[in-house]
């Protein structure tokens, strides 16, 4: 199920219901900013969105472009709440992408993504609700 007009923190998404095929029960909500409207702005209004209803994040991840991430720039918050992860996510290719075009074509743009702009709302089960990467700052207490 899809909602196209989903407004978190003045940013307008669309909305993803995930369904888990073995119990045909809701696995997963996800937000999505269409590719073309992503920008460190609306990623702002999201994050702004979301501690206005949740509070500070629990976690801050973050993510430097090197080949390993395809040359993204990355940056997470995790709130653990009510028996569910909520997670925003960012992502932003870099220059560097352009190193990973083939034949070392550069006149299409960067190479991959471009960036990225998602929310995700998951039980505990779907989401272990800690970063990705080994660099983290921990807020702990503000639950």
Known sequence: MVLRDVT???VRLIAYFQMDK???GLK?????????????????GVLG??????????????VGPRPASGYQTAA??????????????????TIEAFEGCPNGDLTSGPCG???QLLLR?????EDPGSCPATRSRNH???R
């Open 8 to 10: 978190v923190g003045g």
């Open 22 to 24: 073995a119990t045909h």
């Open 28 to 44: 997963r909500i996800q937000f999505e900013r269409p590719r073309h409207g992503v920008n460190p702005s609306a990623f702002r």
């Open 49 to 62: 969105g979301v501690e206005a209803v949740y509070g500070p994040a629990d976690l801050m991840c973050g």
């Open 76 to 93: 997470e918050r995790i709130w653990r709440r009510n028996g569910n992860v909520l997670r925003t996510i960012f992502r932003s290719t």
């Open 113 to 115: 993504l471009t960036a």
């Open 121 to 125: 709302i998951s039980p505990p089960a």
């Open 140 to 142: 702990a207490g503000r």
